[in-house]
C-alpha cells in the first residue's frame, strides 16, 4: 500500500524480513485507539468531514473485535489497519484516516500507550510484593537469625530486617517505574515523519483525548527517540536483579545445608530419576529470566548508540523488548509474591546457626568500646578469644576465665570484667542495644515498618489515581466515537 513510487510488490523473502507483524499485535488496539483520536481531531479541525469521519471510525471500531494473521501482505499493524480501513470505509473516506501523521509518530505513540500501561501494572505488582514483605517483616520482628558477609556469618540479626531491605530494594524499583511514568506518558502524534506537517492540526486535542499529560514537542525527538524504552527496559533489569538476588538467597536457603527456609510445594519441582528432590526452579528461573531482560536492554542500548537523528528502520527492533519484558517482569513479581506468602521459616534453624557461629563478636568488641577501650584494641583482644574459641570448638561463652585472661595482651582491661561481657552478651541484649539507624535493633524494625506501611499506601493511591486519569479518557474518547458512530446519516 506505501509503494507509490516503487514498483511491484515485495520479494516473498524481502517482506518476511521487513514485517514485524508478529510484533505488533501487542500494540494494534493502541494503533486503532491513537487512529480513532487522530480522526475525531481531523473531523473537529474541519479537514475531514463527519460522513468521512463516520465511516472511518466505524470501520476502526470493527477492527477491535478483529484477530489479525501474521499472514499478510503488510508490513506492520499500521499498514495492515489502515489497508483493512480503506476496504471497509472506502478509499475516498479512509484514505484520509492518514492525513497529516506518519508510521514515525504513529509506532512511538503506540508503544507510549503500552508501555504507559505496563508501568502502571508493575507499580500495582511492586507494591503488592512489598506490602508482603513488610506483613512478614512484622510477623518475624523477633526471629533472630545470622546476618552474612562474603557468605560468612557477620553479625546478629533479625529475620524481619532481612525482609526490610528488600522491600526498601524494591521501594527504589518502584520509584523508578513511578517517576519514569512521566516521562513516558507524552503524545508524540502529529509529529509526521519527522518535521511536522503544514495542515492544521490540533497536537494537544490528540494528546488529551488519548490521555497524556502533554506532547513531545520536537518533531524530530518525537519521532526518533527510543530513550524511554531504553529506561522502561533499564528499570525492568534493575528490578529482576534484585528478585534474582532475592531469589539467589532463598535458593540457597532452601538446601539442606542450610533449612532456613522450606518452599510450598507449589512452586517447586521434582526431578525425573531422583524422587527426592524438591527443587526450586521457580527461584532459579527468575535468576535466568533476568539474564533475558538485561540483553533487551543491551540490545537496545547497541541500536541506538549509532543512529543518526531522524527515524531509521533499525528503530523497528526495539519494540521487539516490549512485550517480552513486561511479561517476564509481571510474571516474575506475581510468583515471587505468591512463593513469599506460602514459604516456611525455620525458627530454630536460624537459632541454631546463630549458636553455632561467633556473630555476636562485634557487640562484645563495641561493649569494650562503650568503656572507653580503643576499638582496635578491642577488636584484637575478641579476633584472639574468637580464634581460641573455634581451636576449643567451643562458642565464646563457654570459654573460662582462664581462657579469656590467656587472650589478654596487657593488663589493661580486667579480666572478669571482660568474662562477664562475654557471658551477658546474647543475640537478643545484641538486638537491644542496636540503635543506629536503619539497624537490626528491635525499636528500629518497628520504626521501619510502620514508615514503609505509609510508603506503600502513597505509592498505591498514586498508580490509581494515573491508571484512573488513562481510564477516564480512553472512556471518554470511546463514548464520542460510539454517539458519532450511531448518529451516523
Known amino acids: 500500500m506505501y509503494r507509490s513510487r516503487l514498483e511491484g510488490k515485495l520479494d516473498e523473502n524481502t517482506l518476511e524480513f521487513l ?7 501487542q500494540i494494534a488496539k493502541y494503533d486503532i485507539l491513537g487512529s480513532q483520536a487522530h480522526t475525531l481531531m481531523l473531523l473537529e479541525n474541519k479537514i475531514i468531514t463527519k460522513i468521512e469521519a463516520q465511516k ?72 503488592e510484593v512489598i506490602s508482603t514483605l513488610v506483613q512478614l517483616s512484622e510477623k518475624h520482628q523477633n526471629t533472630i537469625m545470622p546476618l552474612y558477609t562474603h557468605l560468612q556469618q557477620a553479625q546478629v540479626g533479625l529475620f524481619s530486617h532481612f525482609l526490610l531491605a528488600y522491600a526498601d530494594a524494591l521501594f527504589r524499583d518502584l520509584d523508578r517505574f513511578y517517576v519514569a511514568y512521566g516521562r ?9 515523519p519527522v518535521g511536522g506537517t503544514s495542515i492544521p492540526i490540533d497536537r494537544q486535542l490528540t494528546a488529551k483525548m488519548l490521555g497524556f499529560k502533554g506532547l513531545i514537542e520536537n518533531s524530530i525527538d518525537a519521532t526518533s527517540s527510543r530513550d524511554f ?25 532452601s538446601t539442606s545445608e542450610f533449612s532456613f527456609i522450606e518452599l510450598s510445594d507449589k512452586f517447586t519441582s521434582t526431578s525425573s530419576v531422583m524422587p527426592q528432590k524438591k527443587n526450586p526452579d521457580i527461584l532459579e528461573l527468575i535468576r535466568g529470566k533476568t539474564a533475558q531482560v538485561i540483553g533487551y536492554q543491551m540490545a537496545i542500548l547497541s541500536n541506538l548508540k549509532g543512529l543518526p537523528s531522524g527515524y531509521n528502520r533499525d528503530l523497528q527492533q526495539i519494540k521487539v523488548s516490549i512485550g517480552p519484558t513486561t511479561t517476564i517482569v509481571i510474571s516474575s513479581l506475581l510468583v515471587i509474591n505468591s512463593l513469599l506468602q506460602t514459604m516456611t521459616i525455620n525458627e530454630k534453624k536460624l537459632r541454631q546457626a546463630i549458636d553455632e557461629g561467633f556473630s555476636i563478636s562485634l557487640d562484645v568488641a563495641e561493649h569494650l568500646v562503650r568503656k572507653g577501650v580503643p576499638f582496635r584494641v578491642s577488636h584484637k583482644i575478641v579476633g584472639h578469644l574468637v580464634q581460641l574459641a573455634a581451636n576449643s570448638n567451643k562458642s565464646l561463652t563457654q570459654l573460662s576465665i582462664s581462657e579469656v585472661k590467656e587472650t589478654i595482651p596487657t593488663n589493661e582491661i580486667d579480666v572478669k570484667e571482660l568474662y562477664q561481657i562475654i557471658q551477658t552478651t546474647t543475640p537478643e541484649s545484641s538486638l537491644q542495644t542496636r540503635r543506629s539507624q536503619g539497624s537490626s535493633g528491635k525499636s528500629e524494625q518497628q520504626r521501619m515498618i510502620s514508615e514503609r506501611r505509609r510508603k506503600i499506601q502513597a505509592y498505591a493511591t498514586g498508580t490509581r489515581k494515573r491508571t484512573n486519569e488513562v481510564s477516564e479518557a480512553i472512556e471518554n474518547l470511546e463514548n464520542n466515537l460510539k454517539t458519532l458512530i450511531k448518529n451516523k446519516t
Open 184 to 192: 513516558i506518558n507524552e503524545s508524540p502524534l502529529g509529529a509526521g
Open 19 to 25: 514485517s514485524s507483524i508478529s510484533d505488533d499485535f
Open 56 to 127: 472511518i471510525l466505524g470501520a476502526l471500531e470493527k477492527l477491535k473485535k478483529v484477530k489479525f494473521s501474521a499472514k499478510s501482505e503488510a508490513e506492520d499493524i499500521h499498514e495492515l489497519i489502515e489497508s483493512l480501513v480503506i476496504k471497509k470505509a472506502g478509499k475516498e473516506a479512509g484514505g484520509k484516516m492518514h492525513t497529516a501523521r506518519s508510521r514515525n509518530d504513529q509506532v512511538t505513540l503506540d508503544m507510549r500507550m503500552k508501555i504507559r500501561d505496563d508501568v502502571n501494572n508493575i507499580c500495582f505488582c511492586l507494591t
Open 229 to 253: 524504552v531504553a529506561e522502561y527496559v533499564g528499570n525492568s533489569s534493575i528490578l529482576m536483579t534484585n528478585l534474582s538476588r532475592m531469589a539467589e538467597d532463598f535458593i540457597i536457603w
